[in-house]
């Protein structure tokens, strides 16, 4: 792919005539991208538009602004064009994907019971399922995101207290667990994960087939599955389980202060958009029991 990206960089400066911020911005884009997919070992020439759609959840997941977002993937897609048009390539993976809105969209949630559902879904009938049940009930109860959760050691894990402690770069922050979530991953830590570990000296709390630490796209295809085995017709993602963490508290009683410790969010205003599905609960309220709503 270095090869191919310097071509690609040549033309851009050669043909193109493109300005050296430019340049500098196309470089950046796709140097990320090329660091992503060889450490997630893949080959960029046989990416699919759903290896894409990941690439993109992995950027909302690392925290990028929209505007960053959408702007590396115009970098890629230009890329993937000059590849196709100089036929090194047959398709353009991101042909059909659409750019993230620059507006703050609403964020999808889940339903109580689509929740239940989906949770319902992994079963303790094999070490597999005794990690996905864990893992999903982990998500859905503490709101980490993916890129925290597969980080996570067993070390970071107090099943006595009932307590996860989160490292995000240099913040550290401490989030309960929850009765049910706290159940499946005593289960899932005793009788699962002892068995899947290769090499004793394994930290990451929840790892793969072969012992390793789970990685981002591991997760992500963990909860597709388990979306479709439930017929849930909403695209989920592990952020979605996020989303659906913050409103469902919000919903219950907890206030935005405290949601926003437990999300990491360093700036409030970041929570607040979690306040729009309050209002229509309260709305819904209103309705019921006033006399003349």
Known sequence: ME???NLFFEFLENEKKVSANTLQSYKRDLKQFEKYIEENGKNYSELTDENIKEYIEYMKEEGKKTSTISRGLASIRSFYQY??????????PTEGIQSPKIEKRVPSVLTS??????????????LKGTRDKAMLEFAYATG??????????????????GYATCRNGKKERT?????LSLKALK????????????????????????????????????????????????????????????????QNGADLKSIQTMLGHSDILSTQIYMQFQDETLKNIYKKAHPRA
């Open 83 to 92: 590849e196709t048009k100089n036929k090194e390539m047959e398709k353009d």
């Open 113 to 126: 019971s689509e929740i239940e559902l989906l949770l319902e879904q992994p079963k303790n009938v094999d």
């Open 144 to 161: 980490m995101r993916v890129t925290e959760i597969i980080s996570l050691n067993v070390e970071d894990i107090n099943l006595e207290t």
């Open 187 to 250: 289960d899932y830590m005793l009788n699962a994960r002892n068995t899947m570990i290769k090499d004793e000296n394994e930290k990451a709390l929840f790892v793969n087939v072969n012992g390793q630490r789970l990685t981002r796209q591991g997760f992500w295809k963990i909860i597709k599955y388990y979306k479709e085995q439930a017929h849930i017709e909403k695209d989920i993602t592990p952020h979605v389980l996020r989303h659906s963490f913050a409103t469902h508290l919000l």
């Open 3 to 5: 090869k191919q990206l």
């Open 175 to 179: 989030v309960p667990i929850g009765t």
